[in-house]
């Protein structure tokens, strides 16, 4: 049982590193979106005053989960779990809304919106650790301990596929997934899920024609340079002239119209571009932190379910961060998630702050 006292302070390395990304993603959304910003709503300022009232209340969040004790979330795991599936139901009703592109992701409320995915991230890490850590579970026998997450992940699968958004489920699978297997799956069990469920993901992801044309245009974007490979393309010239230090920050070409979504998805090219090598060079360094800091507050943490939680939400940011890069760079196809903490948006920085609060208070009861 873990004490409700907590006599450390929380990790002050990983608040650091966070505020380090946050005010990064702040300067560099305004650097990259106030040409569009001006042209769309008549005030340069738009989206990086959006940002800032959704980093305020990120931060909020983030400081009031640091101080409630983690250990109350395993209690309300099922309840999160549930609140998910609504949510992500409600996405297909009259309160769904596609926000200015073709794919139905966002709930509206009067002037707020909500992505419930970015809920849905957060709610199975901390379910799945609750579950995998009850001591009522047999690890070793799949159909009392890791059928009932993987079934409900599958259901979520589907839900935010249809979206449609598959970038999210795939990120969704693989934490849950990772979180099952530090839990201690046998091997065999993971090597018989992985075989097993290639199929599905390569029908998924090959039934609809503009996913196939995107998942193959990345191996020769230049085959269709104005179609499917276009934003890979678009990316690589801005990173490509950032050279060393950039060609300086506000001074982006890509950002005018070439790149799409600058100030989300293909943020880190323009990062590239402005401030060069060492720019991108620092971010990762930065992310690198922060993954440590996750990784060693798992390993100190003093019961299994904080362990799990901890790892789940590391790896959360960190299978994110590695994607977003990774599209940008052109090493894997693009599929629309953005760079947590740095990318514009107001639902990724919320939940995601929510999740580094909850590693702030594990880490007040760390061993060491």
Same mark, same amino acid.
């Given at each position: ?23 990064? +993603? ?11 910003? #001006?042209? &769309?709503?008549?005030?340069? /300022?738009?989206?990086?005053?959006? $940002? ?17 004790? /983690? ?13 998910? !599936? ?23 409320? +009067? @002037?707020?919106?909500? %992505?419930?995915? #970015? ?20 690890? $070793? *026998? ?20 249809? %979206? ?19 839990? @201690? ?21 090959? *039934? #609809? #024609?503009?996913?196939? %044309?995107?998942?193959?245009? !990345?191996?020769?974007?230049?085959? =269709?340079?104005? =179609? ?6 678009? &990316?690589? /010239? ?9 060609? @300086?920050?506000?001074?982006?070409? $890509?950002?005018? /119209? ?9 943020? !880190? ?6 401030? +060069? ?9 930065? !992310? ?5 800091? +996750? ?24 299978? $994110? ?33 929510? @999740? ?13």
């Amino acid at each position: 049982m873990v004490k409700e006292d907590q006599r450390r302070d929380p990790d002050f390395a990983l608040i650091l590193v966070v505020l380090l990304l946050l005010g990064i +993603g702040l300067v560099m959304v305004f650097s990259a979106s106030y040409v569009v910003s #001006e042209e &769309s709503f008549g005030d340069p /300022y738009y989206y990086l005053r959006r $940002q800032g009232i959704w980093i305020a209340l990120g931060v909020a969040v983030m400081f009031l989960f640091s101080h409630v004790s /983690y250990w109350h979330l395993r209690r309300l795991s099922l309840v999160l779990i549930l609140i998910n !599936f609504i949510l992500l139901t409600l996405v297909f009703t009259g309160a769904g809304t596609s926000l200015g592109t073709e794919a139905k992701r966002w709930l509206a409320f +009067g @002037g707020l919106t909500l %992505q419930p995915a #970015e809920f849905s991230k957060l709610a199975f890490v901390i379910f799945t650790a609750a579950y995998m850590s009850s001591r009522s579970i047999r690890i $070793q *026998k799949f159909w009392s301990s890791s059928f009932i997450p993987l079934a409900l992940l599958g259901v979520a699968f589907v839900f935010i596929v249809l %979206q449609p958004d598959l970038g999210t489920a795939l990120v969704l699978a693989a934490n849950t997934f990772l979180i099952i297997l530090l839990a @201690g799956m046998p091997l065999k069990q993971a090597v018989a899920l992985s075989v097993f469920s290639i199929p599905p993901l390569l029908a998924v992801a090959f *039934k #609809e #024609e503009y996913r196939r %044309q995107r998942l193959l245009s !990345f191996l020769n974007p230049w085959a =269709d340079p104005g =179609d499917t490979g276009y934003q890979i393309i678009q &990316s690589l /010239y801005a990173l490509g002239p950032g050279h060393i230090f950039g060609v @300086g920050l506000g001074r982006s070409r $890509q950002k005018l /119209y070439y790149l799409p979504e600058p100030h989300n998805d293909f943020i !880190f090219a323009v990062i590239g571009e402005e401030l +060069g090598f060492v720019g991108a060079v620092v971010v990762l360094l930065l !992310f690198f932190v922060l993954i440590w800091r +996750g990784l060693k507050i798992a390993l100190t943490a003093p019961d299994t379910f904080g362990s799990l939680l901890a790892a789940g939400i590391t790896g959360m940011i960190a299978i $994110q961060a590695l994607v977003n890069i990774a599209v940008v760079t052109g090493s894997l196809p693009v599929t629309g998630i953005n760079l947590p903490l740095i990318s514009a948006g107001g639902s990724s920085v919320v939940f995601t702050l929510m @999740g580094v609060g909850i590693l702030l208070n594990i880490s007040r009861h760390c061993r060491q």
